[in-house]
């Protein structure tokens, strides 16, 4: 089992950039396919990017594409998203998963482990 702890939320205007990370322990995190998603307030949580166990292989949502780049370093049990160029719609709580397996696939129910979530906010 892996717990996750995401952090890097916050206020940004739009047009900036934060780095969100997901800190993961428990298990042996190279074996975890790792993923974004976000919920704004009153919709349902989405998908926004993933990333394979070894990190070579990684998707976007094409909302994100371009903008968000997702990474993972396994030495240091920590995957991230880079976003940039944010727009007052990023504004959610972005969620850090987790699943078992070479890839995760973009689907909420796709993974098993979450973390608790960290809020973005972007004024305009």
């Known amino acids: 089992q892996v717990q996750l702890v995401e952090s890097g939320g916050g206020l940004v205007q739009a047009g900036g950039s934060l780095r969100l990370s997901c800190v993961a322990s428990g298990s042996t995190f190279s074996s975890y396919a790792m993923a974004w998603f976000r919920q704004a307030v009153g919709t349902e949580r989405e998908f926004v990017a993933t990333i394979s166990q070894n990190g070579y292989t990684t998707a976007y949502a094409d909302s994100v594409k371009g903008r968000f780049t997702i990474s993972r370093v396994n030495a240091k049990n920590t995957v991230y998203l880079q976003m940039s160029g944010l727009k007052p719609e990023d504004a959610a709580a972005y969620y850090c998963?987790?699943?078992?397996?070479?890839?995760?696939?973009?689907?909420?129910?796709?993974?098993?482990?979450w973390g608790q979530g960290t809020q973005v906010t972007v004024s305009s």
């Open positions: 998963a987790a699943r078992r397996s070479i890839w995760g696939g973009y689907s909420i129910s796709g993974y098993n482990y």
